[in-house]
């Protein structure tokens, strides 16, 4: 098993989750995070880290979401050379897509928070 980052980070790029990853495992794409399923140890940490609920584990990822592992097992290798594990601060984009985020699952009111912590 692995976890997954899925839609919801795209364009937002949250980074709480990599700082609760004790391997390693998140690599940095232009617009979103991935996870290296050959690194993820499935330990759950960062799930419950993502502001906007984009990490899944593979076996309990929504049917419409399940074509982001083979998203992330590619990104990972894509973007190999880009391992992140300290978070920064989210895209400039993260704002608006939360907006859209909010419309189809409610209020987020952590990442909201983070965003005007570091957004301003």
């Known amino acids: 098993m692995t976890y997954i980052v899925t839609e919801n980070c795209v364009k ?45 584990p593979d076996n309990d990822t929504p049917d419409n979401l399940k074509h982001f592992l083979e998203i992330n097992a590619q990104g990972a290798k894509d973007y190999s050379e880009n391992i992140i594990d300290l978070k920064k601060s989210p895209l400039p984009t993260a704002r608006e897509r939360l907006s859209e985020i909010e419309k189809i699952h409610g209020e987020m009111p952590d990442a909201r928070k983070i965003l005007e912590k570091m957004v301003g």
């Open 12 to 56: 937002c790029k949250f980074t709480n989750c990599v700082e609760a990853c004790p391997v390693s495992a998140f690599h940095e794409g232009p617009e979103m995070l991935y996870i290296n399923p050959d690194t993820c140890i499935d330990c759950n940490a960062c799930v419950p880290e993502c502001p906007v609920q984009a990490i899944y």
